[in-house]
């Protein structure tokens, strides 16, 4: 009695909760029912249903990865609709059978059409991990207790068991769709446009009206969007992700490059070998699918700590047989401790994903909240990220007869369509004085280093003292003394050469972001080292580091050295996180234990890294880590509430002939405190209000 009960308790509690669409006041359900020109009710009604169980993650993740990639990724796959339709089937069959055994146990007869349909899924899903991956797992103890259920005559004992397959199997499917999402935002953006070289101007077109002759214009800090073959130009690609090589390619003429790869630095013209649109469909599924099954691996510490308790549970219950009979078996097959982990589990990850959404945390990847209690170094990229996302403009200054309009406009074309805080600076400056630009040609960008570019007929050249070494042009003593001035108050300085000769140099005031410093101390304070990497020049970025108290700076790195430096720091044994915001942190951020960059930054920075601060504020960093304190914390509690009360039960079902009543009253009372665990909110402090 108290076990059916409990069971129309939990039964209720779950559909409520996954039905649960009252919080959801921007969109009313009607606006989902209503029915779509192209879209068949059915559909409605599924995209319905699946808005209903995303508001268990709330919008706040969806609208935050909107704004990111310009769009979110609404379809509903064909396995998300099975899992849907089996949910809702099970649901009912409980419903049904709950209702049934307590007012015409005989009619009971009636659901077994209902049952054998739900029962075919936990066989296949047994029979599927037995034969291709040889291994034991929960589906099987779940496939033997239904059946044994059912055969022993426990019709709602069934009836709710399979209900509860149905959330946990609908709960780690969400949980994994949600990693897939993040690649979502890359491949709708290469998808829509490119730029293309037409009649000797540069037009931006939709890929679907790409031609057969068409060249393609790749520029540094992009994704290149088809297949081809290099026509002109040389570059470093980055092809990690098809490849999974660290090392960036050198790319030159006649060489191939493939969709989806990021071009580091240079300009490629493109000749198209397949036709654009199929070669991104054919990708697409591809590497999606590879990325998903490659989460999966990792993902589900839950789902592998559920698994091994596969083999002793099956061992108990055959022992418990003839101690307390067909009863007892069953129960000790119900208290597999796995069944609460598995619906507990995702659970807390996708409240902590939610709650994380709320402060304005956008975590794509959910995997990272394993990583995130073990982070002991924080690595910090400069120019963007602990400084603000474009510096001011100090002053200009002048080595040849040009004027300042001169020297700006000139820089200012140079960095036209370059994502670079410098750039944006100069860009902005130039705007403000109401200049007209000059045409800038063939424009080379070299990551870490500067831009080449020909302007007026001119050969310019705009980017650090480092660049213009490389490139020949002598520095005139002034120069560097204005430098090292500039460099003394914390400022940092561009040259621009005209002609082949250093016309100017254009000093920049960096902004410190406003929490910098509050956050350096709370992480600080966390035992956690604290370190910068940037390209910048060695002054600059040692005064900041004395300034903020961070432990240790490297300076004038390249792109490949900032990962390098990651890389060294994790051979000592650190778990390091890497924020940055620029084309130059990509590697690096591919490389840390954690990712992270902010909104503003370039696409290849919030592409690639796992989580995103939606405002820019960089005091999110501690609170993260204190997340992930949690996170860990809750997940020791999930697994303890649902050890103990199977163990509670399996010692009552051995020493004390208990059955399956005792089972069950210990399993809804570990399901009911583990559910409620994973959707507590979370309490963290807030940094904001302790520091300043
Ligand atoms: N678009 C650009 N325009 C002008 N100079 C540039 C440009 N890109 C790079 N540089 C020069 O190269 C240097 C190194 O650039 P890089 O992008 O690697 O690092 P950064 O942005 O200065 O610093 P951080 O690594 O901290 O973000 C810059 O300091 C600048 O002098
Ligand atoms: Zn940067």
């Known amino acids: 009695m108290i076990a059916s ?14 039905a649960k669409v009252s919080n959801h006041k921007e969109k009313p359900l009607h606006a989902y029912l209503l029915p779509q020109p192209q879209q068949t009710l059915a559909e409605d009604c599924h995209a319905a249903f699946e808005q209903k169980i995303d508001s268990l993650l709330g919008t706040r993740r969806e609208q935050h990865l909107e704004t990111l990639n310009g769009f979110a990724p609404r379809q509903i796959s064909e396995a998300t609709k099975q899992d849907n339709r089996y949910l809702v089937v099970a649901a009912l069959n409980a419903g049904i059978t709950i209702a049934l055994g307590a007012v015409a146990p005989l009619w ?9 349909y739900l029962v075919r899924r936990p066989f296949q899903d047994a029979w599927q991990s037995l034969v291709h991956e040889r291994r034991m797992t929960v589906a099987l ?60 101007v540069e037009t931006e077109i939709n890929i679907a009206d790409l031609q057969e002759d068409d060249v393609v214009v790749v520029r540094s800090g992009e994704i290149i969007p088809v297949d081809g073959i290099i026509l002109q130009g040389i570059a470093l690609v980055d092809q990690r992700i098809l490849t999974g090589e660290s090392q960036p390619a050198e790319k030159q003429g006649g060489d191939d490059v493939f969709a989806f790869t990021l071009l580091l630095s240079g300009r490629l013209e493109l000749k198209v070998c397949k036709s654009g649109q199929q070669t991104v469909a054919a990708r ?42 067909m009863s007892g078996a069953i129960g000790v097959l119900w208290s597999c401790f796995g069944y609460t982990m598995r619906i507990s589990s995702p659970m807390s990850v996708m409240n902590f994903l939610r ?19 073990g982070i002991d170094t924080v690595i910090f990229d400069k120019t963007g990220t602990l400084t603000e996302e474009q510096p001011e403009l100090h002053l200009i200054h002048r080595f040849a007869q040009h004027t300042d309009n001169d020297i700006l406009a000139f820089a200012a074309a140079a960095e036209h369509r370059q994502s670079h805080p410098i750039a944006s600076a100069i860009i902005t400056a130039a705007q403000q004085q109401g200049l007209s630009l000059p045409l800038a040609e063939h424009s080379h960008c070299q990551v870490g280093y500067g831009i080449e570019v020909c302007i007026a007929g001119q050969a310019t050249h705009i980017g650090s003292t480092r660049f213009m070494e490389s490139v020949g042009i002598a520095l005139p003593e002034m120069a560097i003394h204005i430098q090292t001035q500039a460099e003394s108050q914390g400022h940092s300085v561009v040259m621009l050469a005209i002609g082949g000769l250093l016309a100017g140099a254009i000093e920049l005031r960096p902004q410190l972001r406003p929490s910098a410093h509050a956050t350096v101390q709370a992480l600080k304070a966390r035992g956690i080292h604290t370190c910068i990497i940037s390209g910048d020049r060695e002054t600059p970025t040692r005064n900041l580091a004395e300034k903020l108290g961070i432990d240790d700076y490297f300076a004038n790195t390249l792109p490949e050295q900032k990962a390098q430096i990651a890389q060294r720091l994790q051979a000592e044994g650190r778990t390091v996180c890497f924020i940055g915001d620029g084309i130059n942190d990509a590697i690096a951020l591919k490389q840390a234990d954690i990712s992270v960059s902010l909104k503003g930054a370039t696409t290849a920075a919030t592409d690639t ?66 559910v409620r665990n994973a959707i507590q909110p979370i309490q963290l402090s807030n940094l904001k209000n302790h520091d300043n």
């Open 108 to 116: 009971l007869i009636l659901t077994v059409p209902l049952s054998l």
């Open 284 to 325: 697409i599924g591809d590497i999606l699918q590879k990325t998903a099954d490659y989460k999966n691996q990792h993902e589900c510490r839950a789902e592998q700590i559920a698994d091994r308790a596969v083999a002793p549970t099956l061992l108990l219950s055959v022992l418990a047989l003839p101690i307390s009979g």
């Open 5 to 18: 009960l409990l069971a129309v308790v939990t039964v209720s509690y779950l559909t409520a909760r996954l």
């Open 355 to 373: 709650h994380a959404s709320e402060q304005q945390i956008l975590i794509k990847d959910g995997m990272a909240l394993d990583v995130l209690p």
């Open 141 to 200: 103890v779940d496939a033997i207790a239904v059946s044994a259920a059912i055969l022993a005559g426990f019709w709602q004992v069934t009836a709710i068991g399979l209900f509860l397959y149905a959330v946990a199997l609908k709960l780690l499917n969400t949980s994994k769709q949600k990693s897939r999402q993040q690649l979502g935002g890359l491949f709708m953006r290469v998808s829509t446009c490119v730029w293309v070289q037409r009649g000797g």
């Open 609 to 674: 890294a796992q989580i995103i601060f939606m405002d820019g504020d960089l005091s999110h960093l501690p609170t993260l880590i204190d997340m992930g304190q949690q996170f860990q914390k809750t997940q020791h509690q999930n697994m303890w509430i649902s050890v103990v009360p199977a163990a509670i039960s399996i010692s009552g079902i051995m020493l004390l002939h208990g059955g399956l009543a005792l089972a069950a009253v210990m399993f809804y009372l570990g399901m009911g405190l583990s």
